[in-house]
């Protein structure tokens, strides 16, 4: 049982794995972290299940940052609850990435995204500035007019930090109203450059 990750990255991985599926009968089952790669997941002929049923062995997902100590940026897609549960999930991680996603500091080129009830939003914003908050938006959508909903229900905040430091992704999911963070704090994956 594999947990796919979600995003571009994750797209052409699954694409592979469905080649060598045809090639090689491989038995296996993936437990996609969103909509949009379940589908795709379904489309590639691969076997679907869910976190619910089946516990994953392994997972793979890409990445918007990685820092030197492995730590993770991720979420711009709006996945980032389902990937996170995949992430806590599993004793074996695997991030692909290429060069460009290495940063010395995380929030360096990306804000962290932050998945949030929509009745909190200001409370969230409020209680952030005590942890260095520098900017935070609502996230808004690019096809339609209003915010990105995730597939929880809930609004996504991108915040900038003055520092992002070890421990950040705790402090944020200590605020009422916060359903998951972009931070990956801790997780010690294996990164694989392309």
Not at 8 to 37: C, F, G, W
Not at 78 to 88: F, V
Not at 162 to 167: L, P, S, T
Request: aromatic residues 8%.
């Amino acid at each position: 049982v594999i947990g796919v990750g979600s995003g571009s990255t994750s797209l052409m991985a699954i694409q592979s794995i469905s080649r060598r599926l045809k090639n090689e009968r491989l038995d296996i089952l993936v437990i996609p972290t969103s909509t949009e790669m379940n589908f795709a997941c379904q489309h590639f002929g691969l076997s679907v299940t869910d976190i619910v049923v089946d516990k994953p062995i392994w997972c793979f997902d890409g990445a918007d940052e990685v820092d030197e100590n492995t730590n993770l940026n991720k979420g711009r897609g709006g996945a980032l609850y389902k990937e996170k549960l995949m992430m806590s999930s599993c004793q074996e991680r695997y991030i692909l990435i290429d060069n460009s996603k290495k940063v010395k500091h995380l929030g360096t080129n990306f804000p962290i995204p932050i998945e949030v009830q929509p009745s909190s939003v200001s409370y969230v914003k409020a209680e952030l500035d005590h942890f260095g908050l520098r900017e935070v938006s609502i996230r808004l959508a690019g096809g339609k007019d209003g915010p990105v909903y995730s597939e929880n229900n809930c609004l996504l905040l991108d915040a900038w930090f003055d520092e992002v430091y070890e421990g950040l992704e705790k402090d944020i999911k200590s605020i009422t109203g916060v359903l998951e963070s972009g931070l990956f704090q801790g997780f010690d994956p294996t990164i694989i450059t392309s």
